[in-house]
């Protein structure tokens, strides 16, 4: 089995380079606009847009997890269809009675060119494509017990799984996760020298179990050091 990083994955991508600092930012973020907004929601930069995706999404989870999503995708239409047939019904009663001749009310949104080109679909496809092929060699890698920890890594927490699904329904964890994602990075990033050095104690304790485990397994491929 490969050994494990110098550092966890969600350290390295919330402390790497200056992501608390803008400097940071601007360097690792140059030429990626779309990670960044993404660190900028999850981090509370602007605390206005963050609080509306939260809510926003837990309310949708929250009703998912009350109704059939046919009925959430229902009344979201509903809602929606409300409030733009009330606001065009309303502009068109204010232009009949000051006989204004301002137009559709959502002229400017409906001239908005919405297509899709050939050039962006086969980059999202070609993305895709990559992450797909990633995923399967993955896969098979694990099933076919390429690595034979790893193999029994992936069977413990599957059988792990099992008694959180008795517990948690998916919506739930839905739920769960997005707390878990708009609140421990901000936590992180406040008290990062105290979890970084408890972290990095965990780390070598479990690196030292999976040692002496891997040593006693029979059939485990041992792989040079680099």
Not at 50 to 64: D, N, Q, R, W
Not at 129 to 136: E, F, P, Q, T, V
Not at 158 to 168: E, P
Not at 204 to 219: C, F, H, N, Y
Request: charged share 20%; hydrophobic share 50%; net charge positive.
């Amino acid at each position: 089995m490969a050994e494990p990083a110098t550092q966890s994955p969600f350290i390295s991508s919330s402390a790497g380079g200056g992501s608390s600092e803008p400097g940071g930012r601007d360097l690792k973020g140059a030429g990626s606009p779309q990670p960044c907004a993404v660190r900028d929601l999850v981090f509370w930069r602007d605390v206005k847009k963050t609080g509306v995706v939260f809510s926003t999404t837990l309310i949708l989870l929250l009703s998912l997890a009350a109704f059939s999503v046919i009925s959430v995708i229902s009344y979201l239409i509903l809602a929606l269809l409300s409030i733009t047939i009330s606001f065009r019904v309303y502009k068109s009663v204010i232009q009949a009675v000051q006989k204004s001749e301002e137009g559709h009310p959502f002229k400017a949104y409906l001239d908005v060119d919405v297509a899709l080109s050939s050039e962006a679909f086969n980059k999202y496809v070609s993305d895709a494509m990559g992450h797909i092929n990633h995923a399967l060699k993955l896969i098979m890698r694990l099933f076919l017990v390429e690595d034979l920890v790893d193999s029994l890594k992936l069977a413990v927490v599957m059988w792990l799984m099992t008694y959180v699904g008795a517990i948690f329904n998916g919506i739930t964890l839905l739920i769960l996760a997005e707390l878990l994602v708009f609140s421990v990075p901000v936590v992180y990033e406040k008290y990062k020298t105290q979890i970084d050095h408890y972290v990095g104690i965990a780390r070598e304790q479990i690196k030292s179990v999976v040692t002496k485990i891997q040593a006693k397994l029979p059939g485990v491929v041992k792989k040079k050091a680099e």
